[in-house]
């Protein structure tokens, strides 16, 4: 099962329905980070509250996912992470940096609104 993607306004929302195959994670990386540039995105929302566990191959991926749609000018978050896995990710030291986390889709849509809000202030 492919994840599905949607676009709110210049964000792209990924909502994981289930836990995926290594395959199923390259997959959505490679497709995001295209559409980043075609849909010329500046916001990726990837919510993975459909996911029981997040291992180290699925936490580089999606590190990956927020590295490469930054170098195509748009910023990533990632939502809906369970308790359990949020638990188990600290447990074993797993690091997400650069990836931004909120806790749902409202929220991330409300720090993409600042954030460009703020570059529009500043110009940039």
Aim: aromatic share 2%; net charge negative; charged share 25%.
């Amino acid at each position: 099962m492919d994840v599905p993607i949607l676009q709110q306004g210049d964000v792209l929302i990924a909502s994981v329905q289930s836990d995926l195959s290594d395959m199923q994670v390259t997959r959505l990386r490679d497709e995001l980070t295209t559409l980043v540039g075609s849909s010329r995105a500046t916001g990726v929302v990837v919510n993975v509250s459909g996911m029981d566990v997040i291992d180290s191959f699925t936490a580089r991926l999606l590190r990956s996912i927020a590295e490469a749609a930054r170098m195509r000018g748009a910023m990533t978050y990632v939502v809906g992470i369970r308790p359990e896995v949020a638990i188990a990710l600290v447990h074993f030291d797993v690091d997400l940096a650069p990836l931004q986390t909120a806790l749902d889709l409202d929220e991330a849509m409300h720090l993409l609104r600042q954030r460009r809000h703020r570059h529009a202030s500043n110009g940039d």
